[in-house]
């Protein structure tokens, strides 16, 4: 049984706010030295207020290489390396919305955008994650391992 939570939690109660963005002409080198020191994965990347597309970490290392044991990132402009076509979400929409969407086009991150299509956050597989460790401690502990026990698929 499911005590205190929410019936239906929505993506603007686990989503990250401030989402940090790159611009097309912006270099890979660039979108990489800010990925690292705000020690995330995916940015969106905004022509304007407008977004056009989405870098991940694995788009910088498919333009790149690596040197005696060092990865060497290109001057590749952020617009030859980001994913176009970008899905997104609303911030009321449904957590496990997300998380279908996510697992159905193997993606895990969805820029979330008002009406207009600005920008208002991302929300990302770590954060689902975060969202399912906090959820944990609220199920019936005997559930969890009744749950454990059925599995046959041999995963422990």
Known sequence: MIGAMKKHP????????GVICV?????????FCVMQRAKIRHLPVLDGSGLVGMLSDRDIFRHSE??????VIGKT?????????VRTCRDGDRIGDVVDT????????????????AVLGIVTSTDCLRYLRRIEGVLDVGALVEARNDRDDGID
């Not at 690596?66 to 990865?71: N, Q, S, V, W």
């Not at 402009?77 to 076509?85: E, I, L």
């Not at 996510?102 to 299509?117: E, F, N, Q, R, W």
């Open 10 to 17: 929505v993506v603007r109660e686990e989503m990250t706010e």
């Open 23 to 31: 611009r097309p002409s912006d270099s890979i080198q660039v979108a």
């Open 66 to 71: 690596a040197r005696g044991g060092e990865l």
């Open 102 to 117: 996510m697992l159905t086009h193997g993606i895990d991150a969805l820029p979330v955008a008002d009406d207009s299509g």
């Open 77 to 85: 402009r952020v617009d030859a390396a980001m994913t176009r076509g």
